[in-house]
């Protein structure tokens, strides 16, 4: 394996577990709740968007913003879900599907009308360094983010895990009628399942923003690139979501190299085709 | 015999049909008679162009005074084309039912091919800002003009500025690699690329042509590409964003080139470019046609633009700025010797056009049987300072280029 090809898969795993922290909280939404969030690209360039004002007007660093932008968006996840989504998970999908398309267009054209269509960079003191190991250049910002994705993903497959919020909030996941008659409080789970999607929308676009730069433009291709990684690794699985932001970040990065650059998406969408036929369920879902 | 109210008589007949072809007739008779000419300015406010279609559009917004006090009457409607060729066609009617007696735009030669279209069924002029693919005047369509040049003119422009440079600064350039964004205004500077480097006699080798998606999140991969090829000169095709994307990867992989230079395409000047990259910003090239700082309408044209946007700079906007300016003049201009917006005759005073005092460099603007401005120059333009500062041809260059380019490293 040549040094560029090793260069390339290495900057596509470190792309491609942001990518997954950016596509686990569709996905953890989805695992429990059935509801498929149409504005997830559009709520992680507001957390972009976030992250540079912090970094722009208190010289905040992104690394450092991170928890408390995801705090800040666990509780608007909590209270969207209370106010807006609620009403809607148990009504028909395309009725859910036109709340939150709505929600996105809202958002998106709220940036552009507050930001402007200009990118916004944060210009961190490292943002042009690199790590170089043997004849490998390894971006110092994507190190961090990918990084910072990894610990923020085993975090929350800890509290899923090994708390009683998390375990109740899988047990609804598993049977919601079980969950009602044991006596859970669904509603409220459901708020916090929520507000944890958006906490990892809100980690992963602060993350995001030390890699690409703040744009309103973003918001629909995040969109669907969150789609594509969550149904390739398993609408519902965590695991899974890590697992195809990794492999999109990799095959993306070797299809940019080996075919043609301008064809990167498109090898994304041919591996989301194929798992489609090959494994509907995705490579780490459960078949229904 | 009473009046049934139901029946209807022959006078009432033919009296109805009177008015209702009048009122069918209505909006040809008062676009013939308008006093003000009415231009529907389509351009990209959103979307994914919406920067440079921003930048045109603040230049569409002072023009109307400065127009005026060059004698020429106009009225503009502002209009987002969401840097989407559906809606730039859905708007464009919607302009024309509404009464625009012509259309100026639209920055994205995809959005400009859809407008282009519809102006051609509805007989409305359509006059191209900014716009490089050849498609838009080699179709044949008869209600469009454009003072922009096509994407080969840019190359071959670009191309000979090239040359000038390695004239001016001695450099040896042995090998390049050509990157370019995959979409319409890409692909024709590839086309044209492909087709007039090989004739150009510059002493370098092109060793690849690399398209990238302009949408995509980084440029990394095809800077790592590039890196693997190690060329001398780095020639690009590319938008704003895109640019910074580029120079950003390029610093991190710490690739040193003799010279990153765009033969006839902007990016690598935009504010958003300098307040990215500070210090990094400078010294990239840019080819292209340029405003005219030595002409009277750009300096009125500078003038009113810096009263009215005073947080954009001219030097940094001229080139959008320009071009919509120049479109809307070349209208006000046909309009007033045409004395009518009626589209066929408004068209014929268009092609008509020789227009002496613009805002952009080149000389009088002239259509020709196609509809193309053939009298087009470029300058080159290098970022000096985070401004971009014309270097090249000598006779309006303000400063001398510097090739090689200073290292990444250390630069303050």
Redesign the interface.
């Known amino acids: 394996m040549t040094a560029?090809t090793l260069?390339?898969i290495v900057?596509g795993i470190l792309?491609g577990l942001v990518y997954g922290l950016m596509a686990l909280g569709l996905s953890v939404i989805f695992g429990v709740m059935r509801v498929v969030n149409f504005a997830h690209g559009e709520f992680t360039v507001v957390a972009m968007y976030a992250a540079f004002l912090l970094f722009d007007m208190l010289g905040v660093s992104p690394l450092v913003s991170l928890l408390p932008i995801a705090a800040a968006f666990f509780f608007l996840g909590y209270v969207l879900q209370r106010t807006l989504v609620e009403p809607f998970v148990s009504r028909a999908e395309h009725e859910q599907f036109i709340l939150l398309v709505g929600l996105a267009t809202v958002v998106v054209?709220g940036l552009?009308l507050i930001f402007?269509?200009?990118?916004r960079?944060i210009?961190l003191p490292y943002?042009?360094?690199?790590y170089?190991v043997g004849s490998l250049?390894i971006?110092k910002v994507r190190v961090f983010a990918a990084l910072g994705a990894f610990a923020i993903c085993i975090a929350l497959f800890l509290f899923f895990r090994y708390t009683r919020t998390g375990t109740a909030i899988r047990a609804c996941a598993d049977n919601l009628t079980g969950a009602g008659v044991v006596g859970l409080n669904v509603k409220q789970l459901y708020a916090v399942t929520f507000g944890l999607g958006f906490a990892c929308i809100g980690a992963a676009g602060t993350l995001m923003a030390t890699?690409?730069?703040a744009?309103?433009?973003?918001a629909p291709?995040y969109t669907l690139l969150a789609f594509v990684i969550v149904i390739i690794g398993g609408l519902g699985s965590m695991a899974g979501a890590l697992v195809g932001g990794v492999l999109i970040g990799i095959s993306?990065?070797l299809a940019?190299?080996y075919i043609?650059?301008?064809?990167?998406?498109m090898f994304s969408f041919a591996l989301l085709i194929l798992v489609l036929v090959l494994r509907p369920q995705g490579l780490m879902g459960r078949r229904l | 015999m009473p009046n049934d109210p139901f029946k209807f008589s022959r006078r009432s007949v033919l009296a109805g049909g009177v008015a209702g072809a009048a009122l069918l007739a209505a909006p040809g008779i008062v676009r013939a008679q308008a006093q003000t000419l009415k231009i529907a300015v389509l351009l990209p406010q959103s979307g994914y162009l919406a920067q440079a279609g921003q930048s045109c559009h603040r230049g569409a917004l002072v023009a109307p005074q400065v127009l005026a006090d060059l004698g020429y009457k106009v009225e503009l409607v502002h209009i987002d084309m969401e840097s989407n060729p559906d809606v730039a066609r859905t708007q464009t009617e919607r302009a024309i039912n509404e009464g625009a007696h012509c259309i100026v735009g639209a920055f994205d030669s995809a959005g400009t091919l859809a407008i282009a279209q519809v102006c051609e069924q509805r007989q409305v002029p359509l006059i191209v800002n900014i716009g490089a693919a050849p498609q838009l005047t080699e179709q044949g369509y008869k209600f469009l003009v454009r003072n922009f040049p096509t994407g080969g003119m840019l190359v071959k422009n670009g191309l000979h500025q090239i040359q000038a440079l390695i004239d001016a600064t001695k450099i040896a350039p042995k090998t390049a690699v050509f990157l370019h964004a995959n979409d319409n205004f890409g692909l024709a500077q590839r086309k044209g690329m492909d087709a007039l480097f090989p004739k150009s006699g510059l002493p370098f080798k092109l060793l690849e042509s690399i398209p990238y998606d302009p949408k995509a999140q980084d440029l990394s991969v095809e800077v790592t590409k590039i890196r693997g090829l190690n060329p001398d000169l780095l020639l690009v095709v590319t938008r704003a964003a895109d640019a910074i994307k580029l120079v950003r990867d390029t610093v991190r992989q710490k690739f040193q080139p003799m010279g990153i230079i765009s033969p006839g395409a902007p990016g690598l000047y935009d504010e958003e470019f300098y307040k990215a990259l500070g210090p990094l910003a400078d010294y990239h090239i840019d080819a292209l046609p340029w405003a005219n700082p030595k002409s009277k309408v750009t300096q009125a044209l500078e003038a009113a633009y810096t009263k009215a946007q005073p947080k954009f700079r001219f030097a940094v906007e001229c080139f959008n700025v320009g071009f919509t300016f120049d479109a809307l003049m070349i209208a006000g201009d046909a309009f007033k010797r045409a004395g009518t917006t009626n589209g066929p005759e408004l068209m014929k005073a268009l092609k008509a056009t020789n227009l002496v005092d613009h805002a952009m460099i080149g000389g009088p603007i002239k259509f020709d049987e196609k509809g193309q401005n053939n009298d087009i120059p470029s300058a080159s333009v290098q970022n000096r300072n985070q401004t971009p500062t014309v270097v090249l041809p000598a006779e309006v260059a303000t400063m001398t280029p510097v090739l090689p380019m200073p290292p990444w490293q250390g630069r303050k």
Do not use: W
């Not at chain 1, 402007?116 to 990118?119: E, L, N």
């Not at chain 1, 943002?127 to 690199?130: E, H, L, V, W």
């Not at chain 1, 744009?215 to 973003?218: A, H, I, Q």
């Not at chain 1, 043609?260 to 998406?265: A, D, G, I, N, R």
């Open positions: 560029i260069n390339i900057q792309t054209n552009l402007g269509p200009d990118a960079p210009n943002s042009f360094d690199s170089t250049f971006d890699i690409a730069d744009s309103p433009g973003l291709a993306e990065a940019g190299f043609q650059p301008s064809m990167k998406s």
